[in-house]
Nanobody
Framework: VQLQASGGGLVQAGGSLRLSCVASGGTFSSYAMGWFRQAPGKEREFVAAISWSGGSTYYVESVKDRFTISRDNAKNTVHLQMNSLKPEDTAVYYC????????????WGQGTQVTVSS
């Protein structure tokens, strides 16, 4: 499985960005997908995840009501819509795939930089 993330950029606080991640290889509609982020000097943290069908979504508390994860299985794509961005959302964002049925995210994309200015 190969993952290609895109959509990062520089935005002012309060603005929005939409990240996308296209998957190739494997059967996209059969595995969960997630987004993680890593800020400078910090450990990578979980941001959001979505089940294989899109029927279940999960978020870290700090992004609830601001970020929305979605997927389009016909296009092998997962999105992360980020609204009301804050400077503390600044990080490299990574998409990941879980082919282990809930044990771990075992495939990772290359990351896309999101910078939120105050």
């Amino acid at each position: 499985v190969q993952l290609q993330a895109s959509g990062g950029g520089l935005v002012q606080a309060g603005g929005s960005l939409r990240l996308s991640c296209v998957a190739s290889g494997g059967t996209f509609s059969s595995y969960a997908m997630g987004w993680f982020r890593q800020a400078p000097g910090k450990e990578r943290e979980f941001v959001a995840a979505i089940s294989w069908s899109g029927g279940s979504t999960y978020y870290v508390e700090s992004v609830k009501d601001r970020f929305t994860i979605s997927r389009d299985n016909a296009k092998n794509t997962v999105h992360l819509q980020m609204n009301s961005l804050k400077p503390e959302d600044t990080a490299v964002y990574y998409c990941a795939a879980d082919l282990t049925y809930g044990q771990e995210f075992d495939y990772w994309g290359q990351g896309t930089q999101v910078t939120v200015s105050s």
